[in-house]
């Protein structure tokens, strides 16, 4: 069993950054992969990023390739999105969420727990 809560959300400017952090529960926190959603209103959830059990593999969408890194600190049991020249188009509630897959893809069934969000909102 693993539980997810998220962190770091906020109201920024266009241009600014944030980190928003991924705390987990559970021992065996590091033999998952995780990856970072987001949904804006009146949007589908779609994939932001992941990244694999040991932290070696990641994955980006091409919306944030270049903006965003996401990192893990197994030790610590967290997950971190940085996310740099942020946009009003980020604007989302974005939520992390564990898979058991060795890499999962992007589709969120690929996913068995997930996080209640945190809210991001970029002004112009």
């Known amino acids: 069993q693993v539980q997810l809560v998220e962190s770091g959300g906020g109201l920024v400017q266009a241009g600014h950054s944030l980190r928003l952090s991924c705390d987990a529960s559970?021992?065996?926190?590091?033999?998952?992969?995780v990856g970072w959603f987001r949904q804006a209103a009146g949007k589908e959830r779609e994939a932001v990023a992941r990244?694999?059990?040991?932290?070696?593999?990641?994955s980006y969408a091409d919306f944030v390739k270049g903006r965003f890194a996401i990192s893990r600190d197994n030790a610590k049991n967290m997950v971190y999105l940085q996310m740099n020249s942020l946009e009003p188009e980020d604007t989302a509630l974005y939520y992390c969420?564990?898979?058991?897959?060795?890499?999962?893809?992007?589709?969120?069934?690929?996913?068995?727990?997930w996080g209640q969000g945190t809210q991001v909102t970029v002004s112009s």
């Open positions: 969420a564990a898979s058991d897959r060795v890499f999962p893809t992007s589709l969120g069934r690929d996913y068995d727990y």
């Open positions: 559970g021992r065996t926190f590091n033999t998952y992969a």
């Open positions: 990244i694999s059990a040991s932290g070696t593999r990641t």
